[in-house]
């Protein structure tokens, strides 16, 4: 029997910087992840080939090698088991943005399987504050979406991020077939 004052158990729910032996983990949180957001845009061999093992490999190599100081992984974690990922780093070359002064989240997802837990908030929180870290004066944070990514650009615009018109489309086939992103943009 609990005392009337005392308080329940925490859940052991966290967000850190990954680290290189993370890789595995990450890869297959982000292959369930692009399975499920690219099963109606991809063809089949494609998604396919959309690995743990796959995505693991470059993961260890951006972590071992990043491409710039500013450039991090966070994970979100239930105990010791990672649920989620975001690859956060500089904005460069984003038409519109202030240089130097804005970041990006590069990609990033919650296991579908943890979703609705507080992940997908933990880490995004995490994101901003570990770009703010980077940047002297951060202005603006970015992300590219899937147009039609209904849930996801929701979320994102329930923590603050609006579209700014900015669009692009990308060829995800050999045939030449497209899928259209919109960026989303917050000032924190």
């Known amino acids: 029997m609990s005392h009337p004052h005392e308080q329940p ?12 032996n993370d890789a595995p983990a ?11 957001e690219y099963a109606d845009i991809l063809d089949t061999e494609v998604l396919e080939a959309l690995t743990g ?8 190599q951006s972590l071992e090698h990043p491409p710039s100081p500013q450039h991090r992984l966070l994970v979100s974690c239930a105990g010791p088991q990672v649920t989620g ?15 130097g002064r804005s970041g990006m989240l590069l990609d990033g ?26 940047h002297d004066e951060l202005e603006a944070v970015a992300v590219w979406v ?6 996801t650009r929701a979320f994102l615009q329930a923590a603050g ?8 489309d990308r ?18």
């Open 9 to 20: 158990p925490a859940a052991d729910a966290s967000v850190r910087t990954a680290r290189p």
């Open 26 to 36: 990450v890869g297959l949180v982000q292959a369930f992840v692009w399975q499920g």
């Open 53 to 60: 093992p796959r995505f693991a490999t470059a993961w260890r």
């Open 85 to 99: 990922y975001v690859a956060v780093g500089p904005a460069t070359d984003e038409p519109g943005l202030p240089e």
């Open 109 to 134: 997802g919650v296991h579908p399987e943890a979703r609705g837990s507080g992940h997908g908030s933990r880490l995004l929180n995490a994101a901003v504050d570990t770009l703010r870290a980077a």
């Open 146 to 151: 899937l147009a039609d990514a209904e849930r």
């Open 161 to 168: 991020f609006e579209p700014d018109g900015a669009w692009r």
């Open 171 to 188: 060829v995800v086939a050999d045939d030449g077939r497209t899928v259209r992103e919109v960026r989303l943009l917050a000032w924190p």
